[in-house]
């Protein structure tokens, strides 16, 4: 496995082309986490989309393992970065196996049902692989969104605010499934202000602010 | 199998020996009409018959609006027309006319027994006067100040709201008044107005077929055969035995005009269900051919404007969006005659049925369109960002994650359409196609059943669109069952 590395990233908004990511840098080695914190605006959302492809940026570049994306192809990184979604986002007429199978199959993948079967599996939904998404509880839904995710093979992952749609009591399982991706050996970076939750991994955390990452220590917290 | 008799007509339209004559078979008697139905009677009728056979050419009817048979000569999808049409000054320039096959007067039919009833056009200024739109007599009534009442629905029509008490009065060509303003309730003034000139009218570049059709009456005159041919109708009148230039009453009876009065009571079963129903039924084959096409040009064409407008890039999408707002705001009988009689001049001649599927399918495309936008709309932004993100193109996340539930929104109202695109289907008898609502009317004006006919009709078009409606309560319970799981 492979680190995620970020340098120098840029990205403006607006007419005014404010740059609401300014120079950023992150490193993240295979099977470490990085927890983003901010005030909302800071930009978070903004970072995970240009992680995951969803965006461009101006300048800097994105990195992992071997393949380095600069601003021109930063589409390249779609379909080689997982998300987790705040919403799950999960596909509502499609039943929770062909969710994980619907883009290896369209790469033309062969095995992309044993693939899937092995996350769902590890993720404790082996029972579930026939169930609608909407007949699933929040936490079912997550897992899902998890397993659709690594059964694409990403490397790296990114979760989104992994708490805000839980109850209070199915909260505590995300920092366990943080963990259990970690063991397999995948970059992550959590973005939240979920204090519990960045607590409970025990990561390296940093803070987004003026567009850029800075280290977190626990007194400054 | 009307419909692709006539797809392969327009194809063999260029086989010379025939003489394609346009008339309106709604109109009714004594012109053309049909009886039993499914076939041609009339003095019209047989006239073409023989003057086809005298320029040595088959004769073949061709069915089109009264007020659209011009248009068709000029369109070269008849190359007569033979239907009553009056010699004018206007049409004396614009196109080529015979010399008359009939003349007469205009005659004004009143209610029996009605003390305030008019005798004189001078009676008429400000009355309520009922007659047929485009003709002399209408022409009449405007210069006499009267309050005119045009009926399209054909010739029955007039004198129907005559006798209801809806018009004071009723001035219309001597066949019309003689064939339909003979109720019990109503009575025909003696004294005519005016004098009518009927001739055969061909385009202004057919000289040389007019000058033959001139041959052949001059022929028909002067060896009687056009003489008796009127007096079996009832329709020798003075101004005929002057203007046609014939001497004498030919001595044979007018049988035709005794045989339809003997008839005006008998009711739609005494024409026999089986040509009624038979003609119903090719009415509704082609109702029903035309609309479930057109539907699937619409669904199709619909589907790539929705796509364009809410995922295309900026030219395509401002195209899609200019189509859907010509297509929807203007009126789809607008449509039909700009695309079969005004895209000929541009070179473009399209057979009825291709130009009535093209119209219904082009404008309701536009309709489907809109509901597949809102479909597309329902589905949240993120999911497109949650296919791309597992690696899906752009296209692969419309057809598999979008599309799939734009579907359960889009779908509904397309039933709705399709029963609205069934009963729109009947405008198209304006380009010549003879479905369901045509039927009705030239049945109706044959059997003078407008009530029974029309209660049957009314009954074909919900068994026509029942079956749509239940498939498509079927395809949304079963789109939208993984839903209701959740519930």
Redesign the interface.
Known sequence: MSALRVEGLVRRLGPERRAVLDGLALRVEAGSVAVVLGASGSGKSTLL?CL???EGFDAGRVALGELEVEPSGYATL??????V?Q?M?????L?VLENCT??PR??GESGAHVEARRWLDRLGLADLEQA?P??LSGGERQRVAIA??LS?RPAALLWDEPTSALDPERKREVAGHVAAVRAWGIPQVVVTHDSELSGALGAERYRLGGGRLEPVTAGTL | MSVFALLASVTLAAAPPELRWGADAEGGAPYVFEQPPGHLRGFEAELAQLLAARLGRAARHVQGPFAQLLPLLERGDVDVVLNGIEATDDRTRAYALTRPYWAGPERLTVRRGDPAAPATLADLRGRRVGTLPGTLAERMLRAAGADVRTYDGGQEDPYRDLALGRTDAVLLDAPVALYYGNRPELTTLPAGFGELRYVVVARASDGRLRDALDRALGSMIDDGTLPALLQRWGLWTEEAVKVLGATGVPSVAPVELEAWRARSDTGLWAVGAGPVLSALGRGALVTLLLSVAAMVLAVVLGAALALARVYGPRPVAALALGYVELFRGTPLLLQLIVVYYGLPELGVRLSPFVAGWLALGLNYAAAEAENDRAGLLSVPRAQMDAARVLGLGRWQAVRHVIAPQAIRVSLPPVTNDFIALLKDSSLVSVVTLTELTKTYGTLAAATRDHLGLGMLVGAMYLALGLPFARLSRWLERRLTAHLEVAR
């Open positions: 989309r995951a492809g969803l779609l379909g080689r970065v997982g998300l979604f919403s986002e999960l596909f509502p007429h039943r619907l883009a369209l790469r609608w909407q007949s659709r995710a694409c």
